[in-house]
């Protein structure tokens, strides 16, 4: 015959290491999905900071030609 508490200490143990590796998933998702946040940043960045770059270069040519279209010849 079987031990009954051997059997539920067994489950119980068991339990626990499903949830503990159920746990470490989810740490490890999350640290994954940092990872590829922190990774698309960079990209990014580099891309809005050259177009505000470009946008700041075409602001400046519009007014230098306004500028030289209203001023007086000589």
Avoid: R, Y
């Avoid at 067994?10 to 740490?27: E, M, R, W």
């Avoid at 050259?50 to 007014?63: E, F, H, P, S």
Wanted: aromatic content about 2%.
């Amino acid at each position: 015959m079987s031990n009954g508490t051997n059997d539920v200490s067994g489950a119980v143990t068991n339990l626990i290491d499903t949830f503990g590796k159920l746990a470490q998933q989810q740490v490890d998702v999350i640290n994954n999905a940092v990872k590829t946040a922190a990774s698309l940043v960079d990209p990014l960045t580099k891309t809005a900071t050259d177009l505000a770059g470009t946008l700041l270069n075409t602001c400046n040519q519009v007014l230098q030609s306004v500028s030289a279209a209203i001023a007086p010849k000589k």
